[in-house]
């Protein structure tokens, strides 16, 4: 999934380029993946990083933490007030971020965090990824 984000051309925040038509096409291919047991969102807000370069890359990673809610990928906009579904729950936050980290790294390193954390890291509550 996250090659064809990247052969998607990523969106870089550029003054040509259509964040509307990013989100619309991230979306396309986004919900093409569906897993037993895994919300849209979790999948969206898990995935939209990889849809980022440069600038916009950047950007994202500026914003407060807890910040992203269910529904702001959901219509193509981002922050859409008080139209938006409730705001993730912390701890499912921390599940997409350690998620996310452990799942970037290189295999290698994987396997000495799994045998350092006695077992699959993934398996583990975030705050025991966390001080791991």
Known sequence: MIQLLHANEQFMGLPH???QQHILNFLEIIDTYITNGVTPDYVRLTLFPF???GEAKRWLKTEPAN???HGMIWQGHFW???SLQAKLQRSETNEVLAHTFIEGLYPETKIVVDAASG???LEKRFDEIYAL
């Open 119 to 121: 077992g699959q890291v």
């Open 51 to 53: 849809s980022l370069l």
């Open 67 to 69: 910040s992203i809610h």
């Open 17 to 19: 380029e259509d964040p």
């Open 80 to 82: 859409q007030g008080s």
